[in-house]
T-cell receptor
């Protein structure tokens, strides 16, 4: 069974450009989490969804960031316009809430390394 | 509110030595606790999790962790380190089902021959 899929794996862009990161959940999972990893702040939650509904977006830095789930198995994280301080590794994770023995373990994708010049 | 503190950003051991990575948590609700491992340029892989079923939790790759409520700790151990254990380890806490993980800052484990 395929794990969480993220694309692209690496993205280099210039300040001011729009960046879109993509995530495909594990089949059957119903929760989706976006995390960001930086040297300074470590791993921090940006936003998460349960059953396609955003539950907590308090970690989204500012209005430049937006996340969507156009369907139950796919999510996008968009940054517009991008800034150098957005450079980080962005992870998405999926889980199955209400799955009994799985106890909603979060499974992480390989991450997208974003560099904004 | 919940938080996790990992004591020691870097731990170095010799191959075959005991591995001990420390994690203390703070939680206003019964916690679920996790250890994840991250190898260079990869995502996070679950090592083990505490879900209140047993205080001593066994995970993959020979790791285990013991939940001690009185000490608010969930330290990760492995009796004998292997070179392949070199990675970054994260302790995380979560409250109710479906909520996000709160991560510690991570501990980098180095293993020398």
């Amino acid at each position: 069974d395929a794990g969480v899929i993220q694309s692209p794996r690496h993205e280099v862009t210039e300040m001011g450009q729009e960046v879109t990161l993509r995530c495909k959940l594990i089949s059957g999972h119903n929760s989706l989490f976006w995390y960001r990893q930086t040297m300074m702040r470590g791993l921090e939650l940006l936003i998460y969804f349960n059953n396609n509904v955003p539950i907590d977006d308090s970690g989204m830095p500012e209005d430049r960031f937006s996340a969507k789930m156009p369907n139950a198995s796919f999510s996008t994280l968009k940054i517009q316009p991008s800034e150098p301080r957005d450079s980080a590794v962005y992870f998405c994770a999926s889980s199955l809430v209400g799955g009994g023995l799985s106890l909603d373990t979060q499974y992480f994708g390989p991450g997208t390394r974003l560099t904004v010049l | 509110a919940q938080s996790v503190t990992q004591l020691g950003s870097h731990v170095s051991v010799s191959e075959g030595a005991l591995v001990l990575l420390r994690c203390n948590y703070s939680s206003s609700v019964p916690p679920y606790l996790f250890w994840y491992v991250q190898y260079p340029n990869q995502g996070l892989q679950l090592l083990l999790k505490y879900t209140s079923a047993a205080t001593l939790v066994k995970g993959i790759n020979g790791f285990e962790a013991e939940f001690k409520k009185s000490e608010t700790s969930f330290h990760l151990t492995k009796p004998s380190a292997h070179m392949s254990d070199a990675a970054e380890y994260f302790c995380a806490v979560r409250g109710q089902a479906g909520t996000a993980l709160i991560f510690g800052k991570g501990t980098t484990l180095s293993v020398s021959s």
